[in-house]
């Protein structure tokens, strides 16, 4: 038997990803998870409850204020998100396509507009080579624009992009004595994975 309404958990989702990828309010998007809820990054490590769960994807999307995440697909199974995004980048060169590598998300619903948990899975070999070509491509072509230029959200998933007009303010720039999480070893918080 169903446990949730698929309209419930699609109403979730959406509201969910659209104040965490779209407005990049990664502050408000913990605040959905349930005081208990686990955050699991295959590579990082596993963050519980809204406050460390903040912490590890503002500091990590801080590392990378180029780096935004257009919704590629969704699918719902009764409690079940599974849905994929491109950790994309605009390209400093003019002209060129935005550069990215894929991620896999698997949301729990919780009821009530809340989550238990998220699983995070990613390639290092393709974020790998993901950074080395927006290093290079960096180096050649100075950004005109701010490093928080998202001009590319692809058309895979109407409702799932900025409105017209939207500039993008990550809520880790309002932080006082921000600290970016660049790899494990400035995580001090959580189970970090080894």
Do not use: C
């Amino acid at each position: 038997m169903t446990r949730y309404d698929r309209t419930e958990v699609e109403g979730a989702f959406r509201h969910y990803f659209t104040v965490g990828p779209i407005s990049e309010n990664w502050d408000a998007m913990a605040q959905l998870f349930t005081d208990d809820g686990i955050y699991r990054d295959h590579f990082y490590g596993m963050f519980t409850g809204p406050s460390e769960i903040s912490r590890y994807l503002e500091g990590t999307m801080g590392a990378a204020p180029h780096v935004y995440n257009p919704l590629v697909w969704y699918t719902i199974d009764d409690d079940r998100v599974v849905y994929k995004v491109v950790n994309r980048a605009d390209n400093p060169e003019p002209g060129a396509p935005a550069l990215g590598f894929d991620s896999l998300q698997v949301l729990t619903y919780a009821g009530r507009g809340k989550w238990s948990a998220q699983e995070d899975w990613w390639v290092m070999y393709e974020m790998k080579k993901f950074a080395a070509e927006f290093r290079e491509a960096s180096s050649k072509f100075p950004m005109p624009d701010s490093p928080l230029s998202r001009r590319d959200w692809g058309d895979w998933v109407d409702w799932a992009r900025p409105a017209e007009g939207h500039v993008a303010h990550p809520s880790w720039m309002d932080r006082d004595g921000f600290t970016p999480i660049s790899g494990r070893a400035d995580i001090d918080f959580g189970t970090r994975n080894s």
